[in-house]
């Protein structure tokens, strides 16, 4: 029995071969196959658009995978969405498919659009919205290059955006969020719902979510007479446990800690004003707590 994996093909894929490599698991891809081998023999990959990723899951060709939660919405499809992959994006804003228009032109809101047109490659997602909004529009699919069309080919856009720059670029403004998405791990329902596969997926979920985690965090560690140990401990963030270790000089332990990245620039002075010795910051593959 294997377990046949989709892996996104395109924007995400380089990102996601490195967040598997980081959960232990090497991916190789060809040019010229859409089967990369992977180090796993329980697990077959291939290579899919990250747009038609969930109808694959959903149909049973393929019993995970992972994808945006935009694309299971406009497939509508029928797939267990098991966790949220945080990864491959340039800051830690959500990523959002907005309506947006000229700025300062005649669209104000979505009602202005009646009898209007809508350039968008979520086109199921679009019409679905401008229903709900009770209004009637004309959803023509985009190609590419969205942005340029307004207000020559389109009157408004559905286009997605991160930090909302590129919208800027092409003097066009948001006037609702549509939706907001993030990359997605799904599984069709069949598959999960068999024993081994479950376990599979568990795992394998398990291990990409500590490789996630493990990139804001890193390994501390640092050595301390004994009779400084305490005030070098309540430099530590709070929550923080750590594992402390007898050296061979009885007089000196050392202290090993994980912490968030972001706390360590400010700590290592206080530590080393505190008493800290050889004190060490490394980086981490995985973290599960």
Known sequence: MKLRL??????????????????????????????????????????????????????GILDAGITGHDWVVENDAKVLELTELQYAKATLNKVRWVLAAKKDGPIRSVNDLEGKTVATEVVNLATRYLQEKGVKARVEYSYGA?????????????????????????????????????????????????AWKKEKIDRLIMLLQGALEART???????????????????????????????????????????????????????KARGAKSIVEFPLSKYID
């Open 6 to 59: 989709g892996i996104p093909k395109g924007s995400l894929q380089e990102a996601t071969i490195d967040l598997f490599k980081n959960a232990g698991y090497r991916i190789r891809t060809s040019s010229r196959s859409y089967f990369p081998t992977i180090n796993d023999p329980d697990i077959e990959c291939m290579l899919i658009r990250a747009q038609e990723m969930a109808r694959y899951v959903e149909s």
């Open 146 to 194: 969205t942005e340029v069309k307004v207000p020559h080919l389109a009157d408004a856009i559905i286009e997605i955006t991160e930090t909302g720059s590129s919208l800027r670029a092409n003097d066009l403004e948001i006037i609702d969020t549509v939706l907001e998405t993030s990359t997605v791990f799904i599984a069709n329902q069949k598959s999960y719902g068999d």
């Open 217 to 271: 965090r890193v390994g501390f560690t640092f050595n301390v007479r004994r009779e400084q140990l305490e005030e070098a401990i309540a430099a530590l963030p709070p929550d923080k446990v750590p594992t402390i270790s007898q050296l061979v000089d009885d007089e000196w332990v050392d202290v090993f800690v994980v912490l968030r990245q972001a706390v360590v620039r400010d700590l290592i002075p206080e530590l």
